[in-house]
């Protein structure tokens, strides 16, 4: 049984590794953290009956694995704006941000207000979280957004941005390019000018995260 915070702590360090904390290293995590390998993580997860209330327990520690398990143990319906608010800010890693808006803050019912607010925060997470709900808007529901003002701000913001923010930002970017044909040739002109991501390092098979590539290769798979 796992009753407490530090019971599931000991557990994430008896199945953690060290290449699953060499590799949370590599993309930037630096607090506390065991290594689980993300399968077991949902394995565990699936044996636990604890919710969002637990959850939240174990997002507030800070740890990678405590707080990647937390988000499949939350229910999006049981947290309230502010809530959900206060656990983007205390995000402690940028996998644990992206399943947390995965899982979470994109099924959330304040989502819409949520991303209004994050848009012009000055907290990198809450920026990102913003963003990330942005780029899902231009995605599957862009009726009032102003496209143009989006690219106004990425043009001008981005290039500087917290790396962080960036990363959702040229998300957005890219998502723009790929769904609005109008907007296309803007959207690929701002990410060569920029050049952010230009030369990241992509395995074979996967798309590049360099935005007039990625806005390339999705147009053409569309289109095909």
Known sequence: MMDTVTDVIDELDRLGTESGRKHYVKFGATGPMSGVKKGDLRKLAKAMKSGTDFALELWATGHVDAQLLAVLLMKPKDLTA??????????????????????????????????????????????????????????????????????????????DADERVQWTMNVCLAAIGIHDAASRDRAVAIGEALGVYRDYPTSKGCTSPFAPEWIGEMVWRQQS
């Open 82 to 159: 502010d809530q959900l608010d206060a656990v983007v800010r205390q995000t402690c890693f940028v996998h644990a941000a992206d399943w947390l808006s995965m899982y979470v803050t994109k099924k959330h019912p304040a989502k819409a207000s949520l991303r209004e607010r994050w848009m012009t925060d000055a907290d990198p997470w809450a920026q990102r979280a913003g963003w990330s709900l942005t780029a899902q808007r231009v995605e599957k529901s862009p009726e009032g957004l102003d496209l143009a003002g989006l690219l106004d701000r990425i043009e001008a913001e981005m290039g």
